[in-house]
């Protein structure tokens, strides 16, 4: 059993780089994809990318050019970077882990708020 | 198209049978997995590969595929079905390498 916990600022400035980490327990870093998924406040899921084991990464191509995701094994978390946020980037944001491309194990999700 | 298209609603009395669609182009070559959401929590994985059930989830949740349309079928429905419920897929394009329905709200009349 995976289990995943999102942590970092729930409040974030307009234009500045929103920053988060899921840590990772129950399941080896190498057997999955770590994902990060979002959902606006009354919206559907929206994918934002993955990293897998060695540092391989994808992105959502509506995201790409201001995401960063990267994977931390010695402490078993990984990370995204948001850079230049808006209010259109007001969402819960989970992590997730997929064997492939079914995500089996997600966090409860933080709620980030971009403030103007 | 890369997008999956899922109707916003269904609605149906309790133990009659509740069939949501999902439609797109990747469908009849990646397989399709479906979440159960209910508010205030993080998705819940019902179905994978289609057809498949994780562990835990009712035989009345079922899968199935058909061409460019996959459904997720709940027979004898119960009020604590009542969720949003999104169907999920892949598309190898180097557009779009994951894909996720609208969601559809499930009601429990």
């Known amino acids: 059993q995976v289990l995943l916990q999102e942590s970092g600022p729930g409040l974030v400035q307009s234009s500045e780089t929103l920053s988060l980490t899921c840590s990772v327990s129950?399941?080896?870093?190498?057997?999955?994809?770590w994902s990060w998924i979002r959902q606006p406040p009354g919206k559907g899921l929206e994918w934002i990318g993955n990293?897998?084991?060695?540092?391989?990464?994808n992105y959502s191509p509506s995201l790409k050019t201001r995401v960063t995701i990267s994977l931390d094994t010695s402490r078993t978390q990984f990370s995204l970077h948001l850079t230049s946020v808006t209010a259109a980037d007001t969402a819960v944001y989970y992590c997730?882990?997929?064997?492939?491309?079914?995500?089996?194990?997600w966090g409860q999700g933080t709620l980030v708020t971009v403030s103007s | 198209s890369s997008d999956l298209t899922q109707p916003p609603s269904v609605s149906v009395s309790p133990g009659q049978t509740a069939r949501i669609s999902c439609s797109g182009d990747?469908?009849?070559?990646?397989?399709a997995s479906w979440y159960q959401q209910k508010p205030g929590q993080a998705p819940v994985l019902v179905i994978y590969?289609?057809?498949q059930r994780p562990s835990g989830v009712p035989e009345r949740l079922s899968g199935s595929s058909s061409g460019t349309t996959v459904t997720l079928t709940i027979s004898g429905v119960q009020p604590d079905d009542e969720a949003d419920y999104y169907c999920?897929?892949?598309?190898?394009?180097?557009?779009?390498?994951?894909?996720f329905g609208g969601g559809t709200k499930l009601i429990v009349l």
């Open positions: 997730a882990a997929s064997p492939g491309h079914t995500f089996d194990y």
């Open positions: 129950g399941g080896s870093i190498s057997s999955y994809y």
């Open positions: 990293v897998f084991h060695g540092g391989s990464t």
């Open positions: 990747a469908l009849p070559k990646q397989f």
């Open positions: 590969k289609d057809t």
């Open positions: 999920q897929s892949a598309d190898n394009s180097a557009s779009d390498p994951v894909l």
